[in-house]
């Protein structure tokens, strides 16, 4: 057993503590305190100024789109920035292009080394998950499905299904379903989806929702640049019937918001969507800095948390988002919902998405977790480490504790 000292130890599930030390044995958390205790301990490691606390969670991403990192201009628009995507994905279509492979690999050493231990990472192909089987990352990688005009929706669910097993998920790399959206799935796939999701009571779901005023208009009246972009490309459905509602309300008539869901984004989210998503337990991920780059517009952060809702952070992909630095995107937070306490912020970079994404041994320094524990460099002054944590800490001021 190894004791590890250090000005500060942030074990999340309680406040602060200074002067603290966390005893760890095989890879577990044994014990945490402040100051010294007897020695009864094998090793004794003084860290000095730093700032002990659990690996960080990127509840959403997109690593194989990591090769579009500064590819995509940010817009004023949703609807443009979404144009912008598809064709610089159509210049790329073989998902298994070194570039595209070799940008994954480089994405997750990056947010390695920004201190993130888990991800969920979305994807439309699945190339992510051998690289993040070799990797120190654990993750849920959610298989995305997108079809709006799907003639026959379980039969699409069970071949992503059959897809998933021959991919040999772990313990530490799972996979799971994802619907991309509202405007983009049709009403049957999104019930097939969660079908197969309820077959398995510890699985994570996740859709993007309420992300833009585009989306809301398309559900609400059936018109605008979504029913455009779906004619044009062939696949809309002349049969689909307009909900008239907002987006949260619709997929919560159709049954699809429950305790697994991770609903991410919310831009567009009204206090109504907000109660019924905290009803129904689903936590909500937020990406603030990609949303002002996508033209979705800025995340009512302060309401989110007002109105009781479990929050993660994602930092989305690098497609929209300048790094995987989920400390910045916890600083970018931090501006846009000052009263918001840090300790909320940091609960949602850790505990909150490490349930959410359904890995209970992160997110918390306490007996019986796992000990994969960031140190955090700690200037002489500070005396609320909670408020520097979320100040926006580079990845040169970040290093993984032994285990």
Same mark, same amino acid.
């Given at each position: 057993?190894?004791?590890?000292?250090?000005?500060?130890?942030?074990?999340? *599930?309680?406040?602060?503590?200074?002067?603290?030390?966390?005893?760890?044995?095989?890879? @577990?958390?044994?014990?945490?305190?402040?100051?010294?205790?007897?020695?009864?301990?094998?090793?004794?490691? =003084?860290?000095?100024?730093?700032?002990?606390?659990?690996?960080?969670?990127?509840?959403?991403?997109?690593?194989?789109?990591?090769?579009?990192?500064?590819?995509?201009?940010?817009?004023?628009?949703?609807?443009?920035?979404?144009?912008?995507?598809?064709?610089?994905? !159509?210049?790329?279509?073989?998902?298994?292009?070194?570039?595209?492979?070799?940008?994954?690999?480089?994405?997750?050493?990056?947010?390695?080394?920004?201190?993130?231990?888990?991800?969920?990472?979305?994807? =439309? $192909?699945?190339? $992510?998950?051998?690289?993040?089987?070799?990797?120190?990352?654990?993750?849920?990688?959610?298989?995305?499905?997108?079809?709006? *005009?799907?003639?026959?929706?379980?039969?699409? %669910?069970? !071949?992503?299904?059959?897809?998933?097993?021959?991919?040999?998920?772990?313990?530490?790399?799972?996979?799971?379903?994802?619907?991309?959206?509202?405007?983009?799935?049709?009403?049957?796939?999104?019930?097939?989806?969660?079908?197969?999701?309820?077959?398995?009571?510890?699985?994570?779901?996740?859709?993007?929702?309420?992300?833009?005023?585009?989306?809301?208009?398309?559900?609400?009246?059936? $018109?605008?640049?979504?029913?455009?972009?779906?004619?044009?490309?062939?696949?809309?459905?002349?049969?689909?019937?307009?909900?008239? %509602?907002?987006?949260?309300?619709?997929?919560?008539?159709?049954?699809?918001?429950?305790?697994?869901?991770?609903?991410?984004?919310?831009?567009?989210?009204?206090?109504?969507?907000?109660?019924?998503?905290?009803?129904?337990?689903? $936590?909500?991920?937020?990406?603030?800095?990609?949303?002002?780059?996508? /033209?979705?517009?800025?995340?009512?952060?302060?309401?989110?948390?007002?109105?009781?809702?479990?929050?993660?952070?994602?930092?989305?992909?690098?497609?929209?988002?300048?790094?995987? =630095?989920?400390?910045?995107?916890?600083?970018?937070?931090?501006?846009?919902?000052?009263?918001?306490?840090?300790?909320?912020?940091?609960?949602?970079?850790? @505990?909150?998405?490490?349930?959410?994404? /359904?890995?209970?041994?992160?997110?918390?320094?306490?007996?019986?977790?796992?000990?994969?524990?960031?140190? %955090?460099? %700690?200037?002489? /002054?500070?005396?609320?480490?909670?408020?520097?944590?979320?100040?926006?800490?580079?990845?040169?001021?970040?290093?993984?504790?032994?285990?």
């Amino acid at each position: 057993m190894t004791r590890y000292h250090a000005a500060w130890v942030v074990p999340i *599930n309680e406040p602060p503590i200074r002067d603290g030390w966390v005893a760890v044995d095989r890879g @577990r958390v044994i014990a945490r305190g402040r100051r010294t205790p007897a020695s009864d301990v094998t090793r004794e490691v =003084n860290l000095g100024r730093v700032a002990i606390m659990p690996g960080l969670v990127n509840a959403h991403t997109h690593l194989e789109l990591s090769y579009l990192r500064d590819q995509v201009p940010p817009a004023s628009s949703f609807m443009a920035w979404i144009r912008g995507v598809m064709a610089a994905r !159509r210049r790329r279509p073989d998902p298994h292009a070194p570039e595209i492979m070799d940008a994954i690999e480089r994405a997750i050493g990056e947010a390695s080394a920004a201190g993130t231990a888990i991800v969920g990472d979305i994807s =439309n $192909t699945m190339v $992510t998950m051998a690289p993040l089987m070799r990797s120190p990352l654990a993750a849920v990688v959610f298989y995305e499905l997108i079809k709006f *005009n799907a003639s026959d929706p379980s039969q699409m %669910v069970e !071949r992503a299904r059959q897809e998933i097993d021959a991919l040999h998920p772990t313990d530490r790399v799972r996979a799971s379903l994802a619907a991309h959206a509202p405007y983009s799935v049709a009403p049957l796939l999104f019930r097939a989806i969660q079908r197969a999701i309820e077959r398995d009571p510890f699985a994570p779901c996740s859709v993007h929702l309420a992300e833009s005023a585009e989306e809301v208009q398309f559900i609400q009246e059936g $018109t605008g640049p979504w029913r455009e972009l779906l004619e044009e490309m062939g696949a809309w459905n002349s049969a689909w019937m307009v909900p008239g %509602v907002s987006p949260v309300q619709y997929l919560d008539e159709t049954g699809f918001l429950t305790s697994h869901v991770l609903a991410v984004h919310g831009v567009q989210m009204t206090a109504a969507d907000l109660s019924r998503l905290a009803a129904r337990g689903a $936590t909500l991920v937020t990406c603030p800095r990609s949303n002002g780059r996508t /033209g979705a517009g800025a995340p009512p952060l302060e309401a989110f948390y007002n109105a009781g809702v479990r929050v993660a952070v994602g930092t989305d992909s690098l497609a929209s988002a300048p790094d995987l =630095n989920v400390f910045a995107e916890l600083a970018a937070m931090h501006a846009l919902a000052p009263s918001v306490p840090a300790a909320s912020l940091l609960a949602s970079a850790t @505990r909150e998405g490490a349930r959410a994404l /359904g890995f209970a041994e992160y997110g918390t320094i306490e007996p019986g977790k796992l000990a994969r524990l960031l140190t %955090v460099d %700690v200037p002489p /002054g500070i005396d609320d480490v909670e408020e520097y944590l979320v100040s926006g800490i580079e990845p040169d001021r970040i290093r993984w504790m032994e285990s």
